[in-house]
C-alpha cells in the first residue's frame, strides 16, 4: 500500500492534465499512487488520462463520473485512494520534484502534525513567477482561529493524515465553491494540528479572467461557510467573534460586488438599491466604490450620478468628472 495517494480532480483539463500528471511521478518522494477523477469532462479530459494510467498502471488509478464537482471528486479519489497520508493536486497545477518529499519531512517529525500547507508560485497572470503568498511568511501557524481570521491560511496544495478524513468526514458536497476552506476548518474545529512550509514548491496556474469571473460566487460560497461554521464555534469565543466580523466582512463586500455589477450594467434600480444598502452598512465603502468606479470607467460613473439617489448624496465629496 503506498504511503501518499494524491487526490486529482479532473474537469475538461485535456491541455494540462498530462504536465500536472508527470510532475507527480517525477516525485522524490516515491512512495506515491495518484487517483485522477475525471468528473463528467465533455473534452478529451479522460482520454488523456487513461492514456497515461496505461503507461503507468502500477501507479495512477482512474475513475470516471458524472459532475459532482471539485468536493463530489475528492470525495470519490478518498474513496479510491489507499494511501495513510492525502495530498491535493488540481489537475492544471504543478508540484516540483521536491514538494512531497519537503512535506512528508514536516509532518513525519511531528505527530501532532496532521496538515502540511504548501506554497507555489503564480503561473500565467499579473503576478507570474512570484510566490502566491511571502515566501517569509510571518503568519502564524495556522490553527482555527487564524483560519477563521484568515481565509487564506491553507493553501490548496496540502498534505494531510487520512485520520482527518475518518474523524471529520470529506468534503462537503453542498459547496460548489471554497470547499476546502470548509474542510480546513472543520479540521480546526476537529482539533487537528497544521504546520506552513512558505517555500513555494509548486505551479499555481491562474486563467485569464478567472478572478473577476467568479467574484460573486466566491464571495457567496465564502459567506456559506462563515455561516455553517458560526453555529459550531463555542458561543462568545475568539472563534465566533471572528467569524462574525468575517460574515460582517463579506456580506459587505457582496454588496460591493452588487454596485459594481449593476452599475457596469447600467441597471439603475438595481445600483440604487445596492448603494443604499452599502451606505446603511457603511459609508465609507461607499465612498470607496464611487471612487472605483470613477477610476476606471468614468461615463458609467456619470451616469450613476444622475440615476442613483444614494450615490448623489456623495457628490460634495467626491467628483465625478
Keep these: 500500500m503506498p504511503t501518499v495517494s494524491v487526490l486529482m480532480p479532473a474537469f475538461n483539463v485535456e491541455p494540462y492534465l498530462a504536465e500536472s500528471v508527470e510532475s507527480v511521478l517525477a516525485q522524490t518522494y516515491r512512495d506515491v499512487e495518484l487517483v485522477i477523477v475525471d468528473d463528467g469532462s465533455t473534452d478529451g479530459t479522460l482520454a488523456v488520462a487513461r492514456r497515461l494510467r496505461a503507461a503507468h498502471p502500477e501507479r495512477i488509478v482512474v475513475v470516471s463520473q458524472a459532475n459532482r464537482g471539485l468536493a463530489g471528486a475528492r470525495n470519490t ?20 520534484p521536491t514538494f512531497l518529499e519537503e512535506q512528508m519531512r514536516i509532518l513525519e517529525t511531528d505527530p501532532a502534525i496532521a496538515i502540511v500547507t504548501g506554497n507555489a508560485l503564480n503561473r500565467g497572470g499579473p503576478n507570474d513567477g512570484s510566490p502566491v503568498h511571502p515566501v517569509d511568511d510571518h503568519r502564524p501557524p495556522p490553527n482555527l482561529l487564524e483560519i477563521l481570521r484568515d481565509e487564506t491560511a491553507v493553501f490548496i496544495m496540502s498534505v494531510f493524515r487520512r485520520e482527518v478524513v475518518a474523524r471529520i468526514g470529506g468534503f462537503d458536497e453542498r459547496f460548489r465553491t471554497n470547499e476546502d476552506y470548509d474542510f480546513w476548518i472543520r479540521a480546526g474545529l476537529a482539533g487537528f494540528g497544521f504546520a506552513r512550509n512558505s517555500w513555494p ?20 460560497g465564502i459567506l456559506r461557510v462563515y455561516r455553517k461554521t458560526w453555529p459550531r464555534c463555542p458561543p462568545g469565543s475568539p472563534e465566533q467573534a471572528a467569524c462574525e466580523q468575517q460574515i460582517v466582512r463579506f456580506e459587505i463586500e457582496a454588496l460591493r460586488i452588487n454596485v459594481r455589477a449593476a452599475l457596469r450594467g447600467h441597471d439603475a434600480t438595481s445600483a440604487s438599491r445596492a448603494i443604499g444598502e452599502l451606505w446603511r452598512r457603511d459609508r465609507r465603502l461607499v465612498l470607496a466604490v464611487a471612487a472605483a468606479v470613477i477610476g476606471v470607467a468614468p461615463g458609467v460613473a456619470l451616469w450613476a450620478y444622475r440615476v442613483c439617489g444614494p450615490l448623489r448624496a456623495l457628490s460634495s465629496r467626491v467628483r465625478l468628472t
Excluded: K, T
Design 77 to 96: 479519489a478518498i474513496a479510491a485512494s489507499r494511501g495513510r497520508v492525502l495530498a491535493l493536486l488540481d489537475s492544471d497545477d504543478v508540484w516540483m
Design 201 to 220: 514548491l509548486g505551479l499555481y496556474r491562474r486563467h485569464p479572467n478567472s478572478l473577476s469571473a467568479s467574484e460573486q460566487r466566491m464571495v457567496a
